[in-house]
């Protein structure tokens, strides 16, 4: 292990301490403001934990956190946007599908989401499956493309917030520059049926307080995975 590897490992014991430390009364703040203040608290969770997932990956890839050009910043600042985005994801699909489901049985309205709003049972299950598939199915392909070409534009421009600020050339790299190979059969074949489908159904059955942020560390282990699947040099 590294230096870096220290302080990282260092960094994560201090973000996550207070979790565990009912004194501090960091996890009823938590708690507050994650209701009060979704789409903000969204943004940080996303930011924070998805580029940490992605700095993970260059670890295993390249045995660096960091490098220049990585853009780290411009990267917290798309995946807090992105975070944002995936909580109104969350929130329409949560709604939708339980309303869908009671249309397609022939059940009352309100049936479906009721058992969804219950504890836990083999029907609550299934209908956190099925609103798993949905916003995996309808929403993921769209955001993990347009989180490609944010990848693409970062590092064409160098990692800089200026750069990220720059218009997208979106054509361009739509058409030239995304791997078309690695995203259909690798990111949308493999990632999506294999790890989102299972792992966001368990996200569906926690409480509504943590399920934006099991979704969030879940870019923690998907960069990994990733990372793994495409190689490592070190």
């Not at 969350?90 to 709604?95: E, L, Q, R, T």
Request: charged share 15%.
């Amino acid at each position: 292990m590294k230096k870096q590897d220290f302080l990282i490992i260092l960094c994560v014991v201090v973000v996550l301490a207070p979790f565990f430390i009912p004194a501090t009364g960091f996890f009823a703040w938590f708690e507050a403001s994650t209701k009060a203040h979704p789409f903000i608290m969204a943004f940080f969770k996303f930011a924070i934990l998805a580029t940490f997932g992605e700095m993970w990956a260059l670890r295993i890839r390249k045995g660096v956190w960091n490098e220049k050009g990585f853009g780290m910043v411009p990267r917290m600042m798309v995946w807090g946007f992105l975070g944002m985005c995936i909580t109104m994801a969350m929130m329409i699909f949560k709604s939708g599908v339980p309303t869908f489901l009671d249309a397609v049985a022939g059940a009352e309205r309100g049936t479906m989401a009721t058992i969804f709003s219950g504890d836990l049972s083999w029907g609550k299950l299934g209908i956190a499956f099925a609103v798993s598939v949905a916003m995996n199915t309808i929403f993921a392909p769209v955001m993990m493309t347009f989180h490609k070409c944010t990848d693409i534009h970062i590092i064409d421009n160098g990692g800089t917030i200026a750069g990220l600020l720059r218009p997208m050339k979106m054509r361009e790299i739509i058409s030239t520059k995304v791997n078309w190979d690695v995203q259909w059969n690798l990111v949308f074949k493999k990632t999506i049926p294999l790890f989102w489908f299972p792992a966001h159904t368990i996200t569906f059955i926690l409480p509504a307080t943590f399920q934006v942020l099991f979704a969030a560390a879940l870019g923690v282990a998907l960069g990994l995975i990733l990372a793994l699947a495409g190689g490592s040099k070190k």
